[in-house]
């Protein structure tokens, strides 16, 4: 059937959000490269109108490349090097998103809608972080970009710096510890507002503490 698709997640139906898939992906196959790369990128949430329906199947995702949409342009900018390895067969980048349902405001704007934005923000972000959680244990990742204050926002609540005392009001980067059948895993996390909407200075300034980790961690790119 011309218009067949799998819901594969309802949990914020209310909110006007569902996980819709042609070819049966659901919300923990959504992440664009090999789930085993060192480094991830989170964005908040993919743009396209309420109700979008996923077209691509799971070989579509790992075969990922950044230039097939401009919003990854910025990521250039930000850091060449970091590019270029996104770009090569070879690659050790993925990206997924905070939220893995379609719209092209956040929260969606439909009529049904009720209660106050940040009431309706907060429950999405719960119900969605979960799944993150398990592709995050799962891939096991050494550096995470976040792109956007909410995906910072719910990492370091979640993933907090391994050191105390630390001044989250103008921390920009830190080291988390997880564990993973028993055995304790690191990831740095990198903190930063929607890498496309910050001037220039500021997106190499990012990229250049981003390599400088890399370097440090000896993270290959």
């Known amino acids: 059937m011309k218009n067949h698709f799998y819901i594969n997640c309802s949990k914020c139906k209310k909110f006007g959000l569902e996980f819709r898939s042609k070819h049966n992906i659901t919300p923990l196959d959504f992440i664009e490269g090999?789930?085993?790369?060192?480094?991830?990128?989170?964005?908040?949430?993919p743009k396209?109108?309420?109700?979008y329906i996923e077209d691509r199947n799971k070989k579509d995702f790992q075969i990922f490349n950044p230039n097939r949409?401009?919003?990854?342009?910025?990521?250039?900018?930000?850091?060449k090097k970091l590019y270029e390895n996104w770009e090569s067969k070879n690659n050790y980048i993925a990206h997924t998103d905070l939220v893995k349902c379609f719209s092209n405001s956040f929260?969606?704007?439909?009529k049904n809608n009720s209660g106050k934005k940040s009431e309706r923000i907060n429950n999405i972000v719960e119900n969605c972080f979960e799944i993150?959680?398990?592709?995050?244990?799962?891939?096991?990742p050494k550096l995470i970009i976040c792109n956007g204050s909410p995906v910072s926002k719910i990492m370091i609540e979640n993933f907090p710096p391994k050191q105390n005392n630390i001044d989250e009001e103008v921390l920009t980067s830190y080291k988390t510890e997880i564990i993973i059948n028993n055995v304790k895993h690191n990831i740095w996390i990198v903190l930063s507002g929607f890498i496309g909407r910050i001037d220039d200075r500021n997106k190499r300034r990012l990229g250049i503490e981003i390599e400088e980790i890399l370097k440090k961690e000896k993270i290959c790119i």
Do not use: A, C, R, T
């Open 34 to 45: 090999d789930i085993k790369s060192d480094i991830w990128i989170i964005g908040l949430n």
């Open 48 to 51: 396209n109108k309420v109700g």
């Open 69 to 79: 949409h401009p919003y990854f342009k910025s990521f250039k900018k930000m850091s």
């Open 107 to 110: 929260p969606p704007k439909i």
């Open 132 to 140: 993150l959680k398990k592709q995050i244990y799962e891939g096991k």
